[in-house]
């Protein structure tokens, strides 16, 4: 049982690595798909604002998916669609084939996101003790990759089909290899000793006990003001050093690097802190600091300090959206990943609601003092911190259960 765990962790980690590289490729390259599509300033917004809005459609869908298929399988199918549809992005000569391919990311990435945090609190639930975080460092990490690889094929102005192919032919079919090993609900039961099973069926599966709108929706308002702050750093961190602060174009580049970093030394070690304090502890602390570091840009004197509080902001922000999911299925145990699958729309919820929300009262009022908003939203996750401490596993709040058949003993990291 301990390798099929290990394997399937490690796997799963690699999937969301995969993830990481995928998203920021695309997200980086935004100028240079907008130029070789040829699309306008005013449509440009509509493009972008329909992949987070297929990605909910692709997570409602996963919900029912899951019921009739397990969600192994889905990832394995959607993980591969999804780089595919990036190198179709690249690929397209007309506005159509751009708008395809955007259509076929945006959904694959709602039921691959789904799907992959349904995986990753099924394996917390088996373990017993923290282990999301660790999956999000690697979607971090990914992220980094991603983005030094679109600097590079910025800098040495390739093609986007070249700059994109490389990493496509890279991560297919190490990840269609990778599938083999994904854990979920049925195949974890199957390993665990009879205990443990006893003492945790049903933590994986999207059947049992019915998914409550009122009990999750806490938990969807945190992960909304997660993702606004999120969106409010990667849309925005760039033009207000440059525009607000004074700082150099380059300079103006530094921030979002250094948030992506930040978010994954915290996730790397946030697993840990999760053990000894417990989650609530874990996410007020997040939710102060990631506060405090929007405080500090909206009161920054100058460039460096500006940098200074958008990193506090990834230091405190890059806790919150693991645990969010791994609450999710402690609070359902019975239907974890119906809650994640519901859970998971509020991500692109704020995604959508941050960048347009930050823009209209920076122009309408000021950007410094457009920062306080993202900073009361984060403060409010302090009142819906017990959330995170529901479930009778408790496992995340001082309360892990004991591994009795030795699961993951020794095995801290990946």
Not at 123 to 133: D, E, P
Not at 168 to 197: C, F, T
């Amino acid at each position: 049982m301990t390798d099929v765990l290990r394997r399937g962790r490690a796997s799963l980690a690699f999937s969301f690595f995969a993830q990481g590289v995928a998203f920021a490729l695309l997200v980086t390259r935004i100028p240079a798909i907008q130029d070789r599509y040829d699309v306008s300033d005013g449509l440009l917004p509509a493009f972008l604002a329909a992949v987070p809005i297929l990605a909910g459609v692709g997570s409602v869908c996963t919900e029912h998916l899951v019921k009739r298929v397990p969600p192994s399988h889905v990832l394995r199918w959607a993980q591969p669609v999804v780089l595919l549809a990036l190198l179709g992005v690249a690929a397209g000569d007309g506005l159509w084939e751009l708008g395809l391919a955007l259509a076929a990311f945006g959904l694959a990435v709602g039921a691959l996101d789904a799907s992959m945090n349904m995986l990753g609190v099924s394996l917390q639930h088996t373990y017993g003790r923290s282990i999301m975080l660790g999956f999000h460092a690697a979607f971090s990490l990914g992220g980094i990759v991603g983005a030094s690889l679109a600097w590079v094929g910025a800098h040495w102005d390739l093609a986007l089909f070249v700059s994109y192919l490389p990493a496509v032919l890279v991560l297919l079919p190490a990840a269609l290899v990778g599938s083999r090993w994904y854990v979920d609900g049925s195949r974890h039961k199957e390993a665990q000793a009879s205990d443990v099973a006893a003492g945790s069926s049903g933590g994986g599966g999207a059947g049992g006990a019915g998914v409550g709108f009122k009990l999750l929706l806490p938990l969807c308002l945190v992960m909304a003001i997660a993702y606004i702050g999120d969106s409010t750093v990667s849309n925005w961190s760039a033009k207000y050093l440059q525009d607000v602060l004074g700082s150099s174009e380059q300079l103006a580049t530094v921030p979002y690097n250094v948030y992506m970093v930040t978010t994954l030394v915290g996730r790397a070690v946030g697993d840990l802190g999760v053990r000894r304090f417990g989650a609530v502890a874990v996410v007020r602390v997040g939710a102060v600091v990631a506060a405090a570091g929007f405080a500090v840009v909206a009161i920054a004197p100058g460039a460096w300090v500006g940098m200074l509080g958008f990193t506090l902001v990834g230091f405190g922000l890059c806790v919150i959206v693991p645990q969010t999911f791994a609450a999710a299925g402690r609070l359902f145990p019975g239907a974890a990943d119906a809650a994640v699958a519901r859970l998971n729309i509020f991500n692109y919820v704020g995604f959508l609601i941050g960048s347009p929300l930050v823009g209209a009262l920076g122009d309408a009022w000021s950007y410094r003092g457009a920062m306080l908003v993202p900073m009361a939203l984060v403060l409010a996750t302090l009142f819906y911190a017990r959330s995170f401490a529901s479930g009778p596993s408790r496992y995340g709040d001082g309360h892990e259960r004991p591994r009795t058949a030795d699961v993951g003993r020794g095995s801290n990291g990946l």
